[in-house]
């Protein structure tokens, strides 16, 4: 179960992201939440990298496989779609450009 030793980190920094250290970093800016969860990305991917870069390891993703890059890809945005909702209704970001 390979699969749980990436799921279990992104659910964490992401629930650890929106939960604690976004509402003090970044309140409702969306710039710097947009530059603290690539921050959190970069983190994971860092992380993941070094334990899978060129093990060739397949993981599975319901209808098909896919190697460390992709399904990490995968997992961090749909896990951190719902938390990126929930923070914008409760914290009132706006997603508009500002001159």
């Known amino acids: 179960m390979a699969e749980l030793s990436i799921i279990s980190p ?5 629930a650890g992201g929106y939960l604690s250290i976004f509402p003090k970093i970044a309140g409702n800016n969306f710039d710097k939440i947009s530059l603290c969860s690539f921050v959190c990305w970069v983190f994971i991917f ?6 899978y870069w060129g093990t060739g ?12 890059f992709w399904f990490t ?10 938390f990126f909702i929930w923070y914008r209704k409760k914290h009132n970001v706006s997603l508009e450009m500002k001159d």
């Open 10 to 14: 992104v659910l964490i920094v992401i």
């Open 46 to 51: 860092v992380l993941v990298g070094y334990n």
């Open 73 to 82: 890809a995968i997992v961090y945005f749909v896990i951190e779609i719902p």
């Open 57 to 68: 390891y397949e993981f599975s993703l319901l209808l098909f496989s896919a190697n460390w």
